[in-house]
């Protein structure tokens, strides 16, 4: 059977095939698999954004522990110094999808990051998968050196810097001139936190392949009025609805049956606009 790729990312994807740049995420593309344990990297923003969450790539498969770590200004100088660095957040047991070559579908760290970068300044990330003994990795490039633009668009920069060859938050040798692969969602606001959804703590999509109906799972701590949409990959509003999400674990269906066989963009933002969470899922 023809399978069809439906890949719902929560993420502000209006910009795609459009003229305007809109506040949503930045793609560093799939352009090699130089496999690491993690990075660090600098991210400058042209305009104040807040840092919502990190997709990464992964060649090698498997179940893995990350954290992810930020600073005020470059990670360049700090890469040992782990009192320099704030803890963003951690997750055990996450599983991202992998491919042995690119294009390598990224897939969301489920750690929110939530990080306000002020304009024209530069902070520091480092992503780092903790679990011993697995053979899982994040993917990057070395077609540039240190220092260089990566990717950017008209809101933030992304910097190429350094892989890290082992499990562990710093430890172990580091390789230069690597250009993390991934997506950055960010929204162009400058909160410490979120908004209505601050509660929210997670949220699932399934079946995996989608059909006709599309479920979500919410788990929340508070009341929280959400907005949902999707839009197909020329940027053209699909579906658009609200949900209202109750404080405990939550699920809804929305019908996706009239849509034709492609790739979508599906989003959950806040009553303000904000994008609190993205996944990814196929549909045959």
């Known amino acids: 059977m023809k399978k069809n790729y439906l890949s719902f990312l929560l993420v502000s994807l209006l910009g795609l095939g459009a003229s305007a740049q809109t506040c949503d995420s930045l793609l560093s593309s799939c352009i090699g698999t130089f496999s ?3 990075y660090f990297f600098d991210i ?6 807040t840092i919502r969450h990190f997709h990464t790539m992964s060649q090698n498969c498997g179940t893995i522990d990350v954290s992810v770590y930020y600073r005020t200004g470059t990670y360049s100088g700090n890469e040992t110094n782990s009192s320099a660095w704030t803890l963003a957040g951690s997750i055990t047991g996450w599983t991202p999808a992998c491919a042995v070559s690119c294009p390598i579908p990224p897939t969301q760290v489920p750690v929110p990051i939530n990080v306000c970068i002020p304009q024209g300044q530069r902070y520091g990330f480092y992503v780092i998968i903790t679990t011993n003994s697995t053979t899982a990795t994040l993917e990057s490039h070395s077609n540039l050196p240190e220092g260089s ?10 910097y190429t810097g350094k892989g890290q060859a082992v499990t562990g938050a710093f430890a172990g040798n580091l390789t230069i001139d690597l250009t993390w692969q991934g997506i950055i969602d960010y929204d162009c606001t400058c909160l410490t936190g979120t908004d209505d959804l601050a509660a929210m703590l997670s949220a699932r999509l399934f079946p995996v392949p989608a059909t006709d109906k599309l479920n979500c799972e919410v788990s929340a701590t508070a009341d929280a009025d959400a907005g949902i949409e999707i839009v197909n990959s020329i940027g053209e ?5 609200r949900q209202k999400i109750k404080a405990g674990d ?9 849509l034709p066989a492609g790739i979508y963009y599906f989003r959950i933002l806040s009553g303000g606009g904000t994008v609190m969470y993205s996944s990814e899922l196929v549909k045959e």
């Open 36 to 38: 690491r344990k993690g």
């Open 237 to 241: 509003l699909v579906y658009t609805g």
């Open 44 to 49: 400058e923003a042209v305009n104040q954004v």
């Open 149 to 158: 633009i990566g990717a950017q668009d008209a809101n933030i920069i992304l």
């Open 250 to 258: 939550n699920s809804f269906t929305i019908d996706i049956h009239n």
